[in-house]
């Protein structure tokens, strides 16, 4: 369950780094509420998740989410540039915090 936790984490700072834009974009108190919205409950459920899982290794993987998704966000919602190598470099990210789950 604390997986779970640990992913909902990375949605939310996800979430948390969308905002930042939106708030750059906007500077509306709708946009800085949902910012704090955002990385508020990333950072509870990270405290959540790290209860049972391993400091390093829930950092890892809640930076890993954050990071790409967040790049992944910039792609599709905000226009930023999509290149096999950007995708190539955001798809080893995303392998290596899987890669954290399987090893004991």
């Known amino acids: ?6 992913i909902l984490a990375g949605v939310f700072e996800m979430f948390g780094v969308a905002m930042i834009n939106k708030l750059h974009r906007d500077r509306s108190w709708l946009a800085f ?7 508020g409950a990333s ?14 290794t829930a950092y890892a993987v809640w930076t890993g ?7 992944i966000l910039g792609m599709w ?13 955001i798809a080893m990210v995303l392998g290596a915090a ?3 789950k399987l090893v004991p």
């Not at 369950?1 to 640990?6: D, I, K, P, R, Y």
């Not at 509420?33 to 990385?39: D, E, H, K, Q, Y």
């Not at 989410?65 to 790049?71: C, V």
């Open 1 to 6: 369950m604390n997986w779970v936790f640990l």
């Open 33 to 39: 509420a949902l910012l704090i919205t955002g990385f």
């Open 43 to 56: 950072f509870l459920f990270l405290a959540i998740a790290m209860k049972t899982l391993p400091m390093g």
């Open 65 to 71: 989410i954050g990071a790409s998704g967040g790049a």
């Open 77 to 89: 919602l905000y226009g930023e540039p999509k290149n096999m190598k950007r995708i190539l470099f």
């Open 98 to 100: 899987v890669g954290l």
